[in-house]
């Protein structure tokens, strides 16, 4: 059982447009990471969000935290082909310490 | 400031034999933590060390085991190899004795290492 479920697998758009990849999960993190990982490289932390609620903005990339602390979002506007990556979500449970579980991933490729 | 290392960046072994895996964590940080990750998937948490000692353990056999020197630098060693342990080895360190949650708790990926079972 996959304890969170990342959506979509795979997105393919074109450079200027905006998407969102979603984390959902039945389970309530203490904190929700998420990662950008380019081939040959380790996952690279992009933000941690930790109260129900919150969002955070890096540049043009918007993360939430659900209400619940169950879910969670990124949304990217006007996309860029830089931006071409495979996006991770992965939480941290009260009971786990730093334990990470990790979503499936989302494979974003930008077209110029 | 150094980042996460390890070595080797790659590696090529034979159904049965053991591999060793090396890790040195991010300055200042004490606890190290191992993640396999199959391609086209998401990290599967394997352990964590945390003074010297196996603080927590993932869906793992025992084939998989792992150690931290004084240092903080850690190894995680693969016993009678199997193809479907062809993956991408993360470690990741925190500093997860010091300094308060949420920002101890954060962790920092090495590059990995690439393991491929033949």
Same mark, same amino acid.
């Given at each position: 059982?996959?304890?969170?479920? @990342?959506?979509? @697998?795979?997105?393919?758009?074109?450079? =200027?447009?905006? &998407?969102?990849?979603?984390?959902?999960?039945?389970?309530?993190?203490?904190? &929700?990471?998420?990662?950008? @990982?380019?081939? =040959?490289?380790?996952?690279? &932390? &992009?933000?941690?969000?930790?109260?129900?609620?919150?969002?955070?903005?890096?540049?043009?990339?918007?993360?939430?935290?659900?209400?619940?602390?169950?879910?969670?979002?990124?949304?990217?506007?006007?996309?860029?082909?830089?931006?071409? =990556?495979?996006?991770?979500?992965?939480?941290?449970?009260?009971?786990? =310490?730093?334990?990470?579980?990790?979503?499936?991933?989302?494979?974003?490729?930008?077209?110029? | 400031?150094?980042?996460?290392?390890?070595?080797?960046? $790659?590696?090529?072994?034979?159904?049965? !034999?053991?591999?060793?895996?090396?890790?040195?964590?991010?300055?200042? $940080?004490?606890?190290?933590?191992?993640? !396999?990750?199959?391609?086209?998937?998401?990290?599967?948490?394997?352990? !964590?060390?945390?003074?010297?000692?196996?603080?927590?353990?993932?869906?793992?056999?025992?084939?998989?085991?792992? $150690?931290?020197?004084?240092?903080?630098?850690?190894?995680?060693?693969?016993?009678?190899?199997?193809?479907?342990?062809?993956?991408?080895?993360?470690?990741?360190?925190?500093?997860?004795?010091?300094? $308060?949650?949420?920002?101890?708790?954060? !962790?920092?990926?090495?590059?990995?290492?690439?393991?491929?079972?033949?």
């Amino acid at each position: 059982t996959q304890l969170l479920e @990342q959506s979509p @697998q795979f997105l393919s758009i074109q450079e =200027g447009e905006n &998407l969102t990849v979603y984390c959902n999960s039945s389970s309530v993190f203490s904190s &929700l990471q998420w990662y950008r @990982q380019e081939p =040959g490289e380790g996952p690279v &932390l &992009l933000v941690t969000v930790v109260t129900g609620g919150e969002v955070k903005k890096l540049k043009r990339l918007t993360f939430q935290f659900g209400d619940a602390r169950k879910d969670s979002s990124l949304h990217i506007t006007a996309a860029q082909t830089g931006d071409t =990556g495979l996006y991770l979500c992965a939480g941290a449970r009260e009971t786990s =310490g730093s334990r990470l579980t990790f979503g499936e991933g989302t494979q974003l490729t930008v077209n110029p | 400031d150094a980042g996460v290392t390890q070595s080797p960046t $790659h590696l090529i072994k034979t159904r049965g !034999q053991q591999v060793t895996l090396r890790c040195s964590p991010k300055s200042g $940080h004490d606890t190290v933590s191992w993640y !396999q990750q199959a391609l086209g998937q998401g990290p599967q948490f394997i352990f !964590q060390y945390y003074e010297e000692e196996e603080r927590q353990r993932g869906n793992f056999p025992d084939r998989f085991s792992g $150690h931290q020197f004084p240092n903080y630098s850690s190894e995680l060693n693969v016993n009678a190899l199997l193809l479907g342990d062809s993956a991408l080895y993360l470690c990741a360190s925190t500093a997860g004795g010091k300094g $308060h949650a949420p920002a101890k708790n954060i !962790q920092y990926f090495g590059a990995g290492t690439r393991l491929s079972v033949l």
